[in-house]
């Protein structure tokens, strides 16, 4: 018998010795299961995807390395044309920058918008990057527009410096610390260099500041305390207040709650004083240089201020901070707008200081200090008024201390003694009139603190009356005080209050303790707000701030 044999096409039977027959439904069912190259096609697709994906990748590339560098480019022109201390033309300076970058025939507008307080400039540029697999890319412009072989870059850049309403308070320390290593000198250098920088980079108008010296006190000055309800014991000796505890947790100083004035006397000074003369120490400074400097717009008259500070005395940052946030509160438009009537602040201030809520305002206080809060003095309230058994010679300033064993003296030359009573301190001696007879002046509490140093008057005029320890500490106790680790408290009281109003608080340590700079960073802002410096590094710190608040700002 024969086997059949296959063929590629067909099959072949053969039966005995038969013609042989074919089988086409057979063969066409073989040829469709037969897979011999199939993948041959397979791989065309994959290659031809392949092609598709490197060549669109290496164009996407290609484009993105050309986007970012234009766009580089753009953001760069429009941010140094916005800045407003550049003295040049917006418009040239964006073509310069293009010209350097060798990409002057991508720029195709430049818009300046400039104003009162600020400048915004818009730039926009574009050039086409052309593809080399412009078939496949699906990010290629439609033929008939610029055609499927190119794309199209386009970048825009706003850049703007728009510093707004700036309203600054500069809270300086002058304690007597500054004095030492040159810190004052540096100091003044960097406030000034920072007023300059504020002022240059400002619009006309758009700048208030207000310069608050502290050390044991802060002397508000006459033409500014005057707008504020004084209490009980007000004078016109110096221009400090007493605040309490409460009073550092609002940023606001009210012109109707009533104020202590604080008294004007001296705590330290036990010797080198001569009769007459003015108070060596007072707790509040009656140097008019040492006044706050308020709301002012001429940068001429605030660098005068700080070229004119001294150093001398305790060291009352929380005080200094009180006042410089009440500088900054919208409750004080009535005292700039009395201040505005008697020529003592300029009529372009009218509105300040503006609300919070004021989107083109911002509000800032920069404190600095080389140390720590020390104790602040003040008379307890038996001693703050009242009259004494202290009189005093006005020819010679000489202290005359009446002992009547409870009875009081008549009127001048009728006395209508019956024994010596008045103890004359110079010279040492008992007579029946005081020093300077009818001359002879009765004092009350602020009188005497005026006019004698607190220790003085206890060690030469009342010790030696009775040689008595107790009636010298009865004077050497007529003070108070609050201590340093309450004033810590206070300063981070008013820091919080005045934050959380959105004041920007900027913090300075001058070769400060760690102690000091932790509780500088906390009153800070962030602590990004806070500079810790050296010696002229100061200058730094201030120059830092003043570009921060004149930071450009890239909106779009």
Known sequence: MVKPTRTAAFDVHVHGAGTPRFAPRAACSRFARDEDGALIIFGIIIFSLMMAIGGLSFDLMRYEAERARLQATTDRAALAAASLTQSLDPTSVVYDYFAKANMSEFLDNVVVDQGFNYRRVDVEANLTVPLHFGSFSAFATTPGESGADELVVTARSTAMEAIGNVEISMVLDVSGSMNSYNRLANMRNAAKDFVDTIYTAAEEGAVSTSIIPYATQVSAGPALLQNYTLGAGAHDRSYCVNFSANDFNNAALSTATELQQTLHFDPWTSRGWSRGSPLPNPVCPTDSSREITAWSQ?????????????????????????????????????????????????????????????????????????????????????????????????????????????????????????????????????????????????????????????????????????????????????????????????????????????????????????????????????????????????SYAFQSIASQINQLRLVQ
Not at 412 to 427: A, G, Q, V
Request: charged content about 20%; some cysteine; hydrophobic content about 35%.
């Open 298 to 538: 001429d940068p001429v008259a605030l660098k005068s201020a700080i070229s004119a500070l001294t150093a001398t005395g305790n060291t009352s940052t929380d005080i200094g901070l009180k006042w410089g946030a009440a500088m900054l509160d919208p409750g004080s438009k009535p005292v700039v707008n009395n201040m505005i009537a008697t020529g003592d602040v300029g009529a372009t201030l009218s509105g300040r200081p503006f609300n919070y809520t004021d989107d083109d305002t911002m509000k800032i206080i920069v404190v600095m200090t080389d140390g720590v809060n020390t104790s602040q003095y003040y008379m307890k309230d038996a001693y703050r008024s009242g009259i004494t058994d202290y009189w005093i010679d006005p020819s010679d300033n000489r202290v005359s201390i009446w002992n009547g064993n409870g009875a009081e003296p008549q009127a001048s030359n009728d006395w209508d003694l019956t024994s010596n009573n008045f103890y004359w301190t110079y010279p040492r001696d008992w007579d029946d009139q005081p020093d300077g007879y009818g001359n002879a002046v009765r004092l009350t509490w602020p009188d005497l603190w005026a006019q004698v140093p607190m220790r003085i008057h206890a060690k030469q005029n009342v010790y030696p009356m009775y040689y008595s320890y107790s009636m010298r500490n009865e004077i050497y106790n007529a003070d108070t005080s609050v201590s340093g680790s309450a004033k810590n408290a206070r300063m981070q009281n008013i820091c919080t209050a005045a934050k959380n109003q959105g004041v920007i608080i900027f913090s300075v340590g001058l070769e400060v303790s760690d102690s000091s700079a932790a509780r500088l960073e906390s009153c800070a802002s962030s602590p990004a707000h806070f500079f810790r410096v050296e010696g002229l590094d100061i």
